[in-house]
């Protein structure tokens, strides 16, 4: 098993980078070091980093391939980001102050549990309140830039087999724990709760496995395969990386297990296409976080392991 010690950074295909940038500041999101510092990866106070893709596809008729698109197409794939917040009612009132073409639905009664934004590309971010109570405490982009739990609450994975994905995920990465469990609809269309896992070593990290997938594909759908022989990419959450104690022992660990696993030159064997991919002391804040490796899960969903090596 590779055990997973917390979230390090997402890769984002976007249609249009300096757009995306000046999207993500508004919640708090910037560029490392100084403002010269690389275009393109831009991280929270609290250590997440994004690393933005240039996609080469636009969103289809303006929709979330992931989120947005008919019911039987309900396609596996890392559909949104969490955070948490103090104040869902706070952070509401300052995304309708500062981008409020952005805000698309809530969660809870009248709201008040949730929020949900699209970025321009329509990309899903979350923002919630998971424990205490909701206070009247002004929201800004630096209150938003250091949500609790190392800057992320969960990514949401979409999944065709909630049961066996939440095995995959905990023999494999440490996310053994099982905190919410729900019966799935006998209608795959149906938006059903989520499966909630967690890691069981060291600060808890949570994944949200969403359980109405309908139509599986034999490739990941934001890198569907071109006419060029190649793959195209679509925005999106194109992979979620975790950083690990050594990535060695994590590549030794799978392999025993028979977990097939890639180096950044290997990535293309998973259709994950090599500009997708940043080199890891860029893409990670930590100064021995030198080597890397991805795998796949059941759904061809693609994780990072990043660390020493």
């Known amino acids: 098993m590779a055990s997973c010690l917390q979230y390090s950074h997402l890769a ?14 508004l919640v708090g999101f910037h560029r490392r070091g100084s403002p010269d510092a690389k275009e393109g ?15 080469t596809l636009p969103p289809p008729d303006g929709k979330n391939i992931l989120m947005d698109m008919p019911g039987d197409c309900k396609y596996p794939g890392i559909n949104h980001m969490s955070f948490g917040v103090p104040s869902v009612s706070s952070t509401k009132s300052y995304l309708h102050a500062v981008a409020p073409e952005s805000i698309s639905g809530t969660r809870g009664k009248g709201g008040n549990l949730a929020v949900f934004i699209r970025d321009p590309s329509r990309n899903t971010l979350e923002f ?34 909630a049961a066996a994905a939440a095995e ?35 600060p808890a990290m949570d994944i949200n496995l969403i359980p109405n997938c309908s139509n599986k594909l034999a490739y990941n759908a934001l890198l569907p395969p071109s006419s060029k022989g ?7 959450i ?16 799978l392999s025993s297990m028979g977990v097939d696993t890639y180096t950044d030159a290997e990535v293309e064997q998973i259709g994950l296409p090599k500009s997708a991919v940043t080199p890891v002391q860029d893409a990670t804040a930590l100064q021995d976080c030198t080597d ?7 759904d061809r969903n693609i994780i990072r392991i990043v660390g020493p090596p």
């Open 12 to 25: 984002v295909a976007v249609t249009d980078v300096p757009q995306a940038e000046a999207f993500y500041g």
């Open 41 to 55: 990866i831009v991280s929270n106070d609290a250590g997440l980093t994004l690393t933005f893709v240039p996609s």
């Open 128 to 161: 919630e309140r998971n424990d205490g109570v909701d206070n009247t405490d002004p929201v800004d982009a630096t209150v938003l830039s250091s949500p609790p739990r190392g800057g992320i609450d969960h990514v949401g994975i979409r999944v065709a087999d």
């Open 168 to 202: 995959w995920y905990g023999k494999t990465l440490g996310f053994s724990r099982v905190t919410h469990r729900y019966n799935l609809d006998d209608d795959p269309l149906k938006n059903s709760s989520p499966w909630i896992i967690r890691t069981s070593n060291g």
């Open 230 to 236: 190649n793959r195209d990419i679509y925005p999106g």
């Open 238 to 253: 194109i992979y979620v990386a975790f950083t690990v104690k050594s990535v060695q022992e994590a590549r030794t660990a």
């Open 292 to 298: 890397s490796l991805f795998l796949c899960d059941p």
